[in-house]
């Protein structure tokens, strides 16, 4: 089998630089593998202001892009979109409107939703009622608001799906690639009840598997933080090779390796 190329999109306010480890750790396994740029947070790149703006559609055109550079390269090697928080939403979308990677990996994606979390959801709440008021007052979304500097268009898109649950692009169909989604146990920003609304309403369960990133499981040092697992992914990288050498080759036994994986499959559609 043909090792594969991976494309990290990375989360939100994160720059391509800090999956260098998860880069070197698969790349370590024989793998391929490259960080994509995350607008705004790039050395090279300008920053979000009033003058510098972009969407969903233009980071979905950005993926679409990188990843029909790698298939030009390589016609041969399977191409997989691991997509990190927003980096996940960004594959998702992607994957319905383009010509579809061979394989999705989402760690820590959800539907950001305030209803979606404890608590009444009111942190995340606040988060998304900050958005409009000041992206208007700036023209982007200034620090220290979350996802800052954060371009205007993206946060007010990402802001409407936070208060209303509307998604900032079409879902006509579920996604029936190949797809491994993995939670983070005791991901605040990521819960469990977000992440599975996400699976529910973007992949079709016959072709998705779901895993648990426990703590015990994680190496001396590393963590099951939304963004800091980033630092020692070894755990998660042994995951993705097996799924990829199992269930994504076989997705009829996918559902005997969800059930096993801590009860996280759930087959039945639940409107997020």
Do not use: C
């Not at 992607?94 to 942190?123: C, E, K, M, Q």
């Amino acid at each position: 089998m043909t090792a594969p190329i991976v494309l990290v999109g990375p989360a939100m306010a994160v720059p391509s630089r800090y999956y260098r480890p998860l880069v070197e750790e698969l790349e370590s396994r024989g793998w391929s593998a490259r960080a994509l740029h995350r607008r705004g947070f790039e050395p090279e790149g300008p920053t979000a202001s009033r003058r510098d703006d972009w969407s969903y559609a233009d980071e979905i055109a950005d993926l679409a892009a990188a990843v029909d550079a790698a298939r030009a390269e390589d016609p041969d090697r399977p191409v997989i979109v691991l997509g990190h928080s927003l980096g996940g939403q960004i594959a998702i979308a992607h994957a319905l409107h383009h010509s579809p990677p061979d394989g999705i990996v989402t760690v820590g994606a959800s539907v950001p939703h305030f209803r979606r979390y404890p608590f009444g959801g009111v942190p995340v709440l606040a988060a998304g009622l900050m958005v409009g008021p000041l992206t208007t007052a700036f023209g982007y979304l200034p620090k220290p608001a979350f996802g800052a500097p954060g371009a205007r268009t993206l946060m007010r898109e990402w802001g409407r799906w936070n208060l209303t649950g509307r998604v900032p692009f079409d879902v006509p169909r579920r996604v029936d690639v190949p797809s491994l989604v993995i939670r983070l146990q005791g991901d605040a920003y990521a819960v469990p009840r977000a992440i599975d609304a996400f699976a529910d309403r973007f992949l079709d369960p016959a072709s998705t598997t779901r895993w648990t990133y426990r703590r015990s499981e994680v190496p001396e040092g590393g963590t099951t933080h939304h963004v800091r697992w980033v630092r020692s992914p070894g755990p998660v990288v042994d995951r993705v090779l097996t799924w990829w050498a199992g269930e994504a080759q076989d997705p009829v036994s996918s559902g005997s390796a969800n059930a096993s994986s801590g009860g996280q499959v759930q087959a039945r559609l639940r409107s997020p």
